[in-house]
């Protein structure tokens, strides 16, 4: 089975803080992505990377960037943390090829205090 | 662009009873389909996929859906809920970047 590993579940920082969320997957996918949730909104595609060391903006990139150093892992980092980004953070890994199904972590719930 | 329409944001069964959740898509071809469940505080986990030929696929726990390109739907459907079908469905398309639905809650009574 694929593993998607995010390294928190719940994670609460403050307002202006550099935030890090760590994402890994284990079944060498070329595709990774990052999710935000929110009620009544469905998931937003925050950005993705179809590739070690690149990346491309989703829906709603603004306050965030990523990084992807090794294929397996795929971080997403919050510059300057607002209240407004607290959210539940969902990443998903996918081969590559058009119209494969992607594989979701557990979430992690971040709080901006 | 791509969007996802799930119309109903709560549906409410009883355990037993038949369901069908709802999906429509709005792209100019046939893109590839796909439902998701969410239990509470967990990720997704894809439930079943439609990418071509036959129009009816099966799922895991027993669900099932049906493409109908005519009406550009995607619902899902179970004969006979379980009370631990209780969770959030997500109807999802994907053409390049996977787009979702907003969701549909279910709630299942005893």
């Known amino acids: 089975d694929v593993k998607v590993t995010q390294s928190s579940r719940y994670l609460v920082k403050r307002t202006g803080e550099k935030v890090f969320l760590e994402c890994v997957q284990d079944?060498?996918?070329?595709?990774m992505f990052w999710y935000r949730q929110d009620p009544g909104l469905g998931l937003r595609l925050i950005y993705f990377?179809?590739?070690?060391?690149?990346?491309e903006k989703g829906d709603i990139p603004e306050g965030y960037s990523v990084s992807r150093e090794k294929k397996e892992r795929f971080s997403l980092i919050l510059e300057s943390a607002s209240t407004n980004q607290t959210s539940m953070y969902l990443c998903?890994?996918?081969?590559?090829?058009?119209?494969?199904?992607?594989?979701f972590g557990d979430g992690t719930r971040l709080s901006i205090l | 662009a791509q969007s996802v329409t799930q119309p109903d944001i709560h549906i409410t069964v009883s355990e037993g009873a038949s369901l069908e959740l709802r999906c429509n898509y709005s792209?100019?071809?046939?893109?590839?389909l796909f439902w998701y469940v969410q239990s509470p505080g967990q990720g997704l986990q894809l439930l079943l996929k439609y990418f071509s030929g036959d129009t009816l696929v099966q799922g895991i726990k027993g669900f099932e859906a049906e493409f109908k390109r005519s009406q550009s739907s995607f619902n899902l459907r179970k004969p006979s809920v379980h009370w631990s079908d209780a969770a959030e469905y997500f109807c999802?398309?994907?053409?390049?970047?996977?787009?979702f639905g907003t969701g549909t809650r279910l709630q299942v009574t005893l």
């Open positions: 079944m060498d996918h070329e595709n």
């Open positions: 998903a890994s996918s081969p590559g090829g058009g119209g494969q199904p992607q594989h």
């Open positions: 792209y100019g071809a046939t893109p590839y």
């Open positions: 990377s179809y590739d070690v060391k690149m990346k």
């Open positions: 999802a398309v994907a053409m390049g970047k996977l787009t």
